[in-house]
């Protein structure tokens, strides 16, 4: 499995990201490195689809699929957690897409 994180270097949210899917990885013991990936430009979110920072991606798909737009940009994204609009998806969010993509077993 490849995990990684794509985020622009402005991005306040983007390590908390790296953290809870690492964190839930683990706790689901899947043995993946999480990778993080830097968009340094405009051109170059439009040319890898990033909807916006942090956005997670497991073997190169977006674990919250954004709906499609004509541009892109090096923006903030936010997540809708269950305590409203954040920066990152909380872990119980990542298990649970995980799971529904047949990536872990479950939650826990």
Same mark, same amino acid.
Do not use: W
């Given at each position: 499995? $490849?995990?990684e994180?794509?985020?622009?270097?402005?991005?306040?949210?983007? $390590?908390? !990201?790296?953290?809870?899917? $690492?964190?839930?990885?683990?706790?689901?013991?899947?043995?993946?490195?999480? @990778?993080?990936?830097?968009?340094?430009?405009?051109?170059e979110?439009?040319?890898?689809?990033?909807?916006d920072?942090?956005?997670?991606?497991?073997?190169? *798909?977006?674990?919250?699929?954004?709906?499609k *737009? @004509?541009?892109?940009?090096?923006?903030? *994204?936010v997540y809708a957690?269950?305590?409203?609009?954040?920066?990152?998806?909380?872990?119980?969010?990542? *298990? !649970? !897409?995980?799971a529904?993509?047949?990536?872990?077993?479950?939650?826990?």
């Open positions: 499995m $490849r995990a994180v794509l985020y622009f270097e402005g991005c306040p949210t983007y $390590r908390a !990201a790296q953290k809870i899917l $690492r964190e839930v990885l683990a706790g689901e013991g899947v043995g993946a490195d999480v @990778a993080l990936l830097k968009v340094g430009s405009e051109e979110a439009r040319r890898l689809g990033f909807p920072s942090p956005t997670i991606r497991i073997d190169g *798909r977006d674990l919250f699929p954004a709906a *737009r @004509a541009g892109h940009a090096l923006g903030c *994204r957690t269950p305590e409203g609009l954040r920066g990152s998806p909380t872990p119980d969010m990542v *298990r !649970a !897409a995980l529904e993509r047949n990536l872990v077993l479950g939650t826990s």
